[in-house]
């Protein structure tokens, strides 16, 4: 059976959605959660697993407005993982949406791709 999470967006953490079924992966708003390692625990937990199964593609669309440093070290962690399992045979797209007044977000995302060989990186700019 299919993986599904939902979370709710909060004032500190953002929304996430897993699709397991479509091969899907979405997290959108702001995270400053004191405690990250464990909001995201579900989702990481769910990562590895789906990243080590024989899957054919996985898309992310990370649409962050504001996250602290510690969320920045796990979403970095992520697309690690993401890149490091990514091969001709299983196709990772990540697309890092923002807005064009995001600086912040904008850097972000060109300072990740720059260290990730095997994903298709999109930075959406709107």
Same mark, same amino acid.
């Given at each position: 059976?299919? #993986?599904?999470?939902?979370? *709710?967006?909060?004032?500190?953490?953002?929304?996430?959605?897993? &699709?397991?079924?479509? =091969?899907?992966?979405?997290?959108?708003?702001?995270?400053?959660?004191?405690?990250?390692?464990?909001?995201?625990?579900?989702?990481?937990?769910?990562?590895?697993?789906?990243?080590?199964?024989?899957?054919?593609?996985?898309?992310?669309?990370?649409?962050?407005?504001?996250?602290?440093?510690?969320?920045?070290?796990?979403?970095?962690?992520?697309?690690?993982?993401?890149?490091?399992?990514?091969? &001709?045979?299983?196709?990772?797209?990540?697309?890092?949406?923002?807005?064009?007044?995001?600086?912040?977000?904008? *850097?972000? =995302?060109?300072?990740?791709?720059?260290?990730? *060989?095997?994903?298709?990186?999109?930075? #959406?700019?709107?």
């Amino acid at each position: 059976m299919a #993986v599904r999470i939902e979370k *709710e967006r909060t004032g500190s953490t953002p929304y996430i959605l897993i &699709d397991e079924e479509k =091969g899907y992966m979405k997290i959108e708003g702001e995270s400053f959660h004191e405690n990250v390692i464990a909001f995201f625990a579900d989702v990481n937990e769910w990562l590895d697993t789906y990243l080590e199964s024989d899957f054919e593609s996985l898309t992310f669309d990370c649409a962050m407005e504001y996250f602290n440093s510690s969320t920045a070290k796990l979403l970095f962690n992520i697309l690690i993982s993401m890149d490091d399992n990514a091969s &001709d045979e299983k196709k990772v797209t990540v697309n890092w949406i923002t807005n064009s007044d995001n600086d912040i977000i904008i *850097e972000c =995302g060109e300072d990740f791709q720059e260290e990730l *060989e095997n994903v298709e990186f999109n930075l #959406v700019i709107k």
